[in-house]
């Protein structure tokens, strides 16, 4: 299918990562997928086993290697879209919310190397595919990004309000070179990574219930569209209306 547009996709192993992979497969897109593990076998798509790249985004010399990679695969075609949703929330003994007094330079550098540096490496080095295609990023944000939280570390907030910055810059930079920029900053989404206590937050949410996670997905994939094409440098909620 010569016509057959191309997604890359970090994050790709679990909660909205993996929802984006099947609604994009079932919109008739080719998904590229990266994440910090090997392929799992039990994930159900196609071609996730050939379509798979291993790599570090923390690390410059796996990522240069990731990028060669991919416009190895990629050949002659272009990069229809980059979704950047691979991120690292570290926390401290049983669970507990990594504050700014319990963070270490150490947590720092490697929250910010994966949630903020990955994706601006990611659109600066594969620009010249993105520009091609007349591609779409999608940056994967947090409501915890305009909003202290009661789970999420202060070095996760941080970098995730950066990551709406970094979303605006590219987007102007950007978008006279064809290549549109959104943010998605989705609430509280029902994945297996929830913190306990997470449940009984349904009480602020107006919908009274948590997020699913190919409910982000299928705006991801809005963004990603034609039907989106004089959207760029917005940042779209979703989270139930949760804005108390």
């Given at each position: 299918?010569?016509?057959?547009?191309?997604?890359?996709?970090?994050?790709?192993?679990r909660g909205i990562g993996h929802a984006t992979?099947?609604?994009?497969?079932?919109?008739?897109w080719r998904v590229l997928t990266v994440s910090r593990t090997a392929f799992d076998s039990r994930c159900p798509w196609h071609a996730g086993s050939t379509?798979?790249?291993?790599?570090?985004?923390?690390?410059?010399?796996?990522?240069?290697?990731?990028?060669?990679?991919?416009?190895?695969?990629?050949?002659?075609?272009?990069?229809?879209?980059?979704?950047?949703?691979?991120g690292i929330s570290p926390k401290g003994e049983g669970g507990a919310r990594l504050g700014i007094a319990e963070s270490s330079d150490e947590v720092w550098q490697q929250v910010l190397s994966v949630n903020l540096l990955g994706p601006a490496a990611l659109m600066r080095d594969l620009l010249p595919e993105l520009e091609q295609a007349r591609g779409?990023?999608?940056?994967?944000g947090s409501i915890v990004g305009?909003?202290?939280?009661?789970?999420?570390?202060?070095?996760?907030?941080?970098?995730?309000?950066?990551?709406d910055a970094l979303t605006r810059e590219a987007a102007a930079e950007l978008g006279p070179r064809g290549v549109r920029?959104?943010?998605?900053?989705?609430?509280?989404?029902e994945t297996e990574i929830l913190s306990p206590g997470?449940?009984?937050m349904t009480d602020i949410i107006p919908l009274r219930r948590l997020g699913k996670p190919d409910e982000v997905a299928r705006v991801v994939l809005f963004l990603?569209?034609?039907?989106?094409s004089y959207v760029n440098g917005a940042s779209v909620d979703v989270n139930g209306g949760q804005h108390a």
């Open positions: 299918m010569t016509d057959q547009k191309t997604l890359l996709l970090t994050g790709a192993s992979v099947k609604v994009f497969q079932a919109a008739g379509d798979h790249f291993q790599g570090d985004l923390a690390d410059a010399e796996a990522r240069a290697d990731l990028v060669a990679r991919v416009r190895e695969t990629l050949g002659d075609s272009g990069l229809h879209a980059i979704v950047n949703n691979a779409a990023v999608v940056n994967v305009k909003r202290v939280h009661p789970y999420a570390g202060a070095a996760y907030a941080c970098s995730k309000a950066a990551l920029v959104n943010l998605v900053t989705p609430g509280e989404i997470t449940e009984e990603c569209s034609e039907q989106a």
